[in-house]
């Protein structure tokens, strides 16, 4: 899921000097977990909005604002409303921002900032495991993410800053590869920390990214 | 090759010290530290240490060279990614510089611009490994150079980091990759560099043991808190705390870790902070 974080309400009001009329856009998936676009907080932002003497001509929450051609085919349903709007606000990840500013020329604003893919701890609590590197090497790591865990991403066992097995980078977590060793151990695949790592090939993670599903995506197989 | 890799190949005991190139473009101070490391084999320059912005470590090398020390250069993985690592390397090698320390390098977090953007395209491992390529002249895409560079890599290891086991497996990993010698991290604790050594001497591969000296017990208690794989002992800070002269003892304490280096290392690394007029001292044999 895509974790993201309001933008600051002192931010919004400078953004927003010199209009007057707004349209406001959530979405219902992740930003609506994240508690930053979701049906509260869009009604929340537009009581703030109207107390500060702007007129919310309209809103909506999307399903999913990442869906290029539905955002677009929802919008359409609203369009007097929106044509109303100076500008629209929309508190959604950063894909959803532009799924809307794709299909109007109308300005459109992002009202949160974008953090990281992530795995939900419990309510409220978030933790980047993956950032999409474009070649899994969790096979070899124990099923943990160095690439993503470790702050310097390194790959060959840790750097010079773990003490007790914690990280130099935050103390309050452990070593990533500290804990990786720790599982190898268990699993006694210790020969895979041994090995030496090859620098990540990063023309896999090209941008922008793009992909498209093979003929027959049923079958399991890709490439 | 390098007069480092000399000694230590003739097996003599080396000493280093390390300068920080300056934060601006007049190198007048730097050269004026040089000097008062003439005595050391050769002389660390590092690189944007403490994620800190300042001069090229390379630039300030070949000055180094040119007044006729010895330099080490530093060369770490935050700053640069494999293209401008190996460019950096070959332009080295074009200056004269042979000797070098692969490090991967301090997150930009602890530095004075924390908004830059990370590199780390390669860890020290893979460096290592990059900079043994380019001496078979090939670069990393494999790729022929007109001439190979000639390099003595060196890498650094902390003997007191915990736990030991995965300090030495990645010192291993970094001998396979290329690196002919070490240089640690600060060591405090006898015991500490015996079971290090024990297992590290095993690899053949001389090591450098860092030796810093403690100036009074605050600047103990801030290493303990603040410096990964840096622990100066509970004894040690008490020695610190009852000495009338904090310094003298710490010159004392450094002296007694230069017996140590004596002792199972290959050569020791003096870490002493704007106090290089006692460097006499500290490696004064203490039993005359
Ligand atoms: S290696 Fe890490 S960042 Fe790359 S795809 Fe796998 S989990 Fe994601
Ligand atoms: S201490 Fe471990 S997790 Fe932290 S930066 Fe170093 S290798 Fe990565």
Redesign the pocket.
């Known amino acids: 899921m895509i974790i993201s974080t309001p933008k600051g309400r002192e931010e919004l009001e400078a953004l927003l000097a010199g209009y007057r009329t707004l349209f406001l856009v959530g979405c219902g998936a992740c930003a609506t977990v994240c508690k930053v676009g979701g049906e509260d907080e869009v009604f929340a932002t537009q009581e703030w909005l109207e107390a500060g003497g702007r007129e919310v001509v309209g809103s909506m929450v999307l399903k999913e604002a990442c869906h290029v051609m539905r955002a677009a085919r929802e919008l359409r349903r609203y369009r007097s409303q929106v044509d109303e709007a100076e500008v629209l606000l929309v508190l959604s990840c950063g894909g959803g921002v532009q799924s809307i500013s794709s299909c109007t020329d109308t300005r459109v604003l992002a009202g949160v900032d974008s953090l990281f ?1 992530g795995n939900i701890r419990r309510f409220g609590e978030f933790e980047e ?10 096979n070899e ?1 124990a099923g943990i ?5 470790c702050p310097k991403g390194v790959l060959n066992g840790p750097c010079g800053g773990m003490e007790d097995g914690h990280c130099e980078v935050d103390a309050e977590r452990d070593c990533i590869w500290a804990k990786i060793y720790r599982r190898l151990e268990k699993q006694q695949r210790l020969a895979a920390f041994d090995r030496v790592v090859e620098a990540k090939d990063w023309s896999k993670k090209f941008k922008p990214g793009r992909h498209q599903l093979a003929r027959n995506p049923g079958s399991g197989v890709e490439k | 090759m390098s007069r480092l890799a000399e000694k230590l190949a003739q097996q003599q005991f080396v000493m280093t010290a390390e300068i920080a190139p300056p934060k601006g473009v007049d190198v007048t101070s730097a050269l004026a530290r040089a000097e008062l490391l003439q005595t050391m084999d050769a002389i660390n320059v590092t690189d944007n240490q403490g994620a800190c912005m300042r001069m090229s470590p390379v630039a300030l090398a070949r000055l180094l060279i040119e007044q006729g020390y010895e330099p080490i250069l530093q060369l770490t993985c935050r700053d640069r990614n494999r293209m401008a690592l190996q460019s950096e390397l070959l332009g080295a090698a074009a200056l004269g510089i042979e000797n070098l320390l692969l490090l991967t390098g301090d997150h930009p977090q602890f530095g004075d611009h924390k908004a830059a953007r990370p590199v780390f395209d390669l860890d020290s491992v893979q460096l290592l490994k990059a900079v043994a390529q380019l001496q078979q002249g090939v670069d990393m895409a494999g790729k022929a150079l007109n001439h190979p560079p000639r390099f003595f890599s060196g890498a650094a290891v902390a003997p007191a980091a915990e736990p030991q086991v995965l300090v030495l497996k990645k010192l291993a990993k970094k001998v396979a990759c290329g690196a002919q010698f070490f240089q640690t991290q600060a060591v405090f604790k006898r015991s500490q560099l015996e079971s290090f050594m024990a297992s590290a001497g095993l690899f053949r591969t001389p090591v450098i043991m860092g030796v810093l000296l403690l100036k009074n017990l605050r600047m103990a208690e801030f290493l303990n808190r603040n410096i990964p794989g840096v622990q100066v002992p509970e004894d040690l800070l008490q020695r610190l705390e009852g000495a009338a002269d904090p310094l003298a003892e710490g010159v004392k304490i450094a002296r007694e870790m230069v017996v140590l280096a004596r002792e199972f290392c290959q050569g020791v690394h003096l870490m002493t902070f704007g106090h290089e007029d006692l460097l006499p001292q500290i490696l004064a044999d203490p039993s005359v």
């Open positions: 893919l495991k993956c950032s999409l590197c474009g070649e899994c090497i969790l790591t993410c160095p690439v993503t865990n």
